[in-house]
C-alpha cells in the first residue's frame, strides 16, 4: 500500500480477506514505511526498561541509559502519530521499575525465566539505590512535550499480581494504561464500553481504574496482554472495519481482539518465534469466528 508519499511503501494491507498484516522487523524502520493518517487506533505494550531479554539483537529496553530509552520511544510514537488518522487513538501500556541498586545482571526466577539478564542499566543520574524510578509518567509526559494530547491516564489493577518477598514498601499490583490523542476532538465511542451502576438498573461512564487478571500463556515467557485489557480500547476508540495497529506486537493479544470485533490490524514485531505464536493465536481465532455449515 502507498501513501501520498510515494517512498512509504509496505507489503500488504489488511482487508476483509486477510484482516490481519504481521510485518517482520525492527519498528524503529517499518513504522516508517507505513502510510500517513491510514490506521484508526493503536494499541501497545513497549518493552520495559530493563527488565526483559527478549533474547534479539537492537532491542528496544536494553538501552544503556534511561534518556536513550525514552528517546527511543518517542521516536516510535512521533511516527505512530503521523500514521494515526486525525480522529485517532493511541493506548499505551506501561509499568514503573525501580533502580538497579548497583547490580549489573538480573536473576533467572521461577515465575518469569524470561527476566533473566546478562546486564542491568546503571541507575540513571539523580536518582538513588532502591528508588521508583517513573519510567510510566516520564514517557507519557515525554510525549505530551512532543505533540500528544494525553487525556487519561488508566489504572490497570491486577488482583492476583505476583507476590513480592520485599520488607520495606508495599507489593505492585498495577501498571498504567494512558490515552493519547492525535487531535483536540476524535473518535470516542462512549457507549461501547459503559458499566452497570452498582444496583445493576442502568449504565455510566468507565471509570479509570480497571480491575482485570493478569492471564497466563503458555507459550511465551514474556507478559502478554489479557484480552479484557485491549478490548475496551479497541470498542472505545475504532468502528468495524477499522485498522488497527500494534507497534510492538509480541504474542498478537491486539490482533486476536481486533479480529474479533470484527476490525482490521497491523502487528509489527521484531521477534520471530513470537511471529509464529502470534500467527497460532489469529489461526485459532479465525477458526471460531467462521460458521459451521
Request: net charge positive.
Amino acid at each position: 500500500m502507498r501513501s501520498q508519499n510515494a517512498d512509504r511503501q509496505v507489503d500488504g494491507w489488511p482487508t476483509e480477506d486477510n484482516p490481519l498484516i504481521i510485518l517482520h522487523g525492527d519498528t524503529r524502520e517499518i513504522i516508517r514505511r507505513l502510510p500517513d493518517s491510514s490506521v484508526q487506533c493503536v494499541v501497545t505494550s513497549p518493552p520495559y526498561w530493563g527488565v526483559r531479554d527478549y533474547k534479539v539483537s537492537g532491542q528496544i529496553g536494553a538501552e544503556a541509559s534511561l534518556d536513550e530509552y525514552l528517546e527511543a520511544l518517542v521516536d516510535v510514537f512521533r511516527e505512530v502519530r503521523r500514521v494515526l488518522s486525525p480522529d485517532g487513538t493511541f493506548w499505551l501500556n506501561i509499568g514503573n521499575t525501580y533502580t538497579s541498586g548497583g547490580r549489573k545482571w538480573r536473576d533467572e526466577d521461577d515465575k518469569n525465566r524470561g527476566r533473566a539478564m546478562s546486564y542491568r542499566p546503571p541507575t540513571p543520574p539523580g536518582l538513588k539505590k532502591k528508588d521508583l524510578i517513573g519510567v510510566a509518567w516520564l514517557l507519557a509526559l515525554a510525549c505530551q512535550r512532543d505533540g500528544w494530547y494525553l487525556r487519561n491516564d488508566i489504572i490497570w489493577y491486577k488482583p492476583n499480581c505476583q507476590p513480592e518477598s520485599v520488607k520495606d514498601r508495599f507489593t505492585v499490583a498495577h501498571e498504567y494504561l494512558f490515552l493519547f490523542s492525535k487531535s483536540e476532538r476524535y473518535s470516542f465511542n462512549q457507549d461501547a464500553i459503559r458499566e452497570r451502576t452498582s444496583n445493576g438498573n442502568g449504565l455510566k461512564n468507565k471509570r479509570t481504574v480497571w480491575s482485570i487478571n493478569t492471564e497466563p500463556f503458555a507459550e511465551a515467557h514474556f507478559a502478554v496482554f489479557p484480552p479484557a485489557l485491549v478490548r475496551p480500547c479497541i470498542l472505545a476508540g475504532s468502528r468495524a472495519g477499522d485498522v488497527v495497529l500494534d507497534p510492538f506486537y509480541g504474542a498478537g493479544t491486539v490482533g486476536t481482539v481486533a479480529g474479533e470485533l470484527g476490525r482490521r490490524c497491523v502487528g509489527i514485531e521484531l521477534n520471530s518465534e513470537y511471529i509464529k505464536i502470534a500467527r497460532k493465536r489469529a489461526s485459532a481465532v479465525q477458526r471460531a469466528l467462521i460458521p459451521m455449515g
